[in-house]
């Protein structure tokens, strides 16, 4: 993805001093740990990469607001964002032993400084989980901020090159939802609050503004709108488009189109 690369911990905080500098107020961190596992060790480890480095920026830079990715995909050899059993290839992800997982994942986030807990795996059960798990260990003011509603999404697909954690096999449709299907959003969204989420999420965001709309309506918490990396990738797409139009070069809009050219 154009302007976006993995940042060793001294580059993060150099990174996070200009984003803070620009007053933008928070971070969310993903990690990119060395080796990965059956079980997601690097997402759990007190020393896996996203705690060192949200302690790392929580030193340096004590009111930028760190949020953190709660998941296991980016720390499993398979990439899916559950635990599996081990050999089985059928890309059944295992609900109850995944949210163990997470709620260590969230307390070792916790404890290393992070603000914002932001678990995006989409398992059933998992905002209530991990909420339980962070009170009891003393971290009840710390907020969760819910991927509520995740459709399954081409648009993904740059993040997961970025981040090495493009399935193995199978897809990740059994736990994000059907691109068609308005309701279930509502249901997940009712779901999560139920469960204690302090913030929603929709994602992508572009594409689902009536999804974004509706979660307004039926909820008075924070609504989160996450531009994906294909969302991003288009919008500086279509800048380098501009880009070559304005200086005279060769792209122009087909006769054929409503005007506004054809992306
Ligand atoms: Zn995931």
């Not at 001294?10 to 596992?37: N, R």
């Not at 020393?47 to 480095?53: D, K, L, P, S, Y």
């Not at 339980?132 to 907020?143: Q, S, T, V």
């Not at 994602?203 to 509706?214: E, F, S, V």
Request: a negative charge; aromatic letters at 8%.
């Amino acid at each position: 993805m154009p302007g976006v690369y993995q940042l060793s911990i001294d580059k993060i905080v150099e990174e996070a001093k200009q984003v803070y500098d620009l007053g933008i107020p928070a971070i969310i961190l993903f990690g990119i740990p060395t080796d990965k596992d059956a079980d997601a060790t690097g997402a759990w480890h007190d020393h896996g990469i996203v705690q060192r480095a949200a302690t790392a920026v929580k030193t340096a830079l004590p009111d930028l607001i760190v949020i953190v990715d709660t998941c296991l995909c980016e720390y499993t050899q398979h990439g899916h964002c559950g635990y599996l059993e081990t050999g089985d290839l059928t890309g059944r992800v295992l609900n109850d032993p995944t949210l163990e997982l997470l709620i260590k994942t969230a307390v070792a986030q916790a404890n290393a400084g992070a603000d914002i807990i932001a678990p995006s795996g989409m398992m059933d059960g998992f905002v209530q989980a991990i909420r339980k798990g962070l009170d009891a260990k003393g971290f009840e003011e710390i907020p969760i901020l819910s991927y509520a509603a995740k459709y399954a999404s081409a648009y993904y697909g740059p993040f997961r090159d970025a981040a090495d954690s493009a399935p193995q096999f199978g897809d990740r449709r059994t736990y994000q939802m059907d691109p068609a299907n308005t309701r279930e959003a509502l249901r997940e969204i009712e779901l999560d609050i139920a469960e204690g989420a302090d913030m929603l999420m929709v994602k992508p965001a572009l594409a689902y503004m009536d999804i974004i709309w509706q979660v307004k309506q039926a909820s008075n918490l924070p609504v989160a709108a996450y531009n994906v990396s294909g969302e991003y990738s288009m919008v500086k797409a279509a800048a380098l488009k501009a880009g070559s139009m304005k200086n005279g070069l060769s792209w122009k809009p087909s006769p054929a189109s409503n005007g506004l050219g054809q992306i």
